[in-house]
């Protein structure tokens, strides 16, 4: 698998994945929180990141809820 196609699938997991709760509470799987932790990435750095492979809808609920 070359860097592309890992990049896509990453994008496609976190589309799957990650939800925002009516309590305007993230859901993350816990993968996702083992590797905030082990990378030393705050919240707000890895909201970033997930943030670029989300609908824009998704962007909007996530902005709506900070």
């Given at each position: 698998m070359d860097?592309?196609?890992?990049?896509?699938?990453?994008?496609?997991?976190?589309?799957?994945?990650?939800?925002?709760?009516?309590?305007?509470?993230?859901?993350?799987?816990?993968?996702?929180?083992?590797?905030?932790?082990?990378?030393?990435?705050?919240?707000?750095?890895?909201?970033?990141?997930?943030?670029?492979?989300?609908?824009?809808?998704?962007?909007?609920?996530?902005?709506?809820?900070?």
């Amino acid at each position: 698998m070359d860097v592309d196609e890992l990049e896509a699938v990453k994008e496609d997991y976190i589309r799957a994945t990650f939800g925002v709760h009516k309590d305007h509470k993230f859901l993350l799987p816990k993968i996702v929180e083992s590797f905030t932790k082990d990378s030393g990435l705050c919240q707000a750095g890895i909201l970033d990141m997930i943030q670029q492979s989300l609908s824009d809808s998704l962007r909007k609920s996530i902005k709506k809820c900070q």
